[in-house]
């Protein structure tokens, strides 16, 4: 692989990674919250002395509360796209700094670059 088609595969990816769509789970929606209902706890008689099938589950017993709207389960890291950018920047300054000569020039500079600009985003 030549200098010039690195340069392009760099170029490429770092196009890729710029223009890289923001995940709907990433989001700043606030999902609107439904109060709870109250929990009733039964009343025990005092005159009943001694094991019954109620005292046999040991714990808290969970209360299914329908919800018209349950949160998707987060996928991923947990990462954001700023997050992400300084990950892969740090990365491609690693890769360059192995590649070594030119090209490893450029994957350290487009590395610095991509991961300042997700430094910058996510100072903001």
Do not use: H, W
Not at 16 to 38: C, M
Not at 81 to 106: H, K, Y
């Amino acid at each position: 692989m030549n200098v010039s088609s690195r340069a392009a595969l760099l170029l490429s990816a770092l196009t890729l990674v710029l223009r890289a769509p923001v995940s709907a789970a990433q989001s700043n929606t606030l999902i609107p919250t439904t109060p709870i209902a109250p929990v009733t706890v039964p009343q025990v008689e005092r005159s009943r002395v001694g094991p019954t099938a109620d005292a046999l589950a040991v714990g808290v017993r969970p209360v299914i509360v329908a919800s018209p709207t349950a949160p998707a389960a987060r996928s991923g890291a947990g990462l954001g796209q700023n997050e992400a950018m300084m990950i892969v920047g740090g990365a491609a300054i690693l890769v360059g700094a192995i590649v070594g000569g030119d090209a490893g020039d450029v994957f350290m500079i487009g590395g610095a670059v991509v991961g300042l600009y997700g430094l910058y985003k996510y100072l903001q």
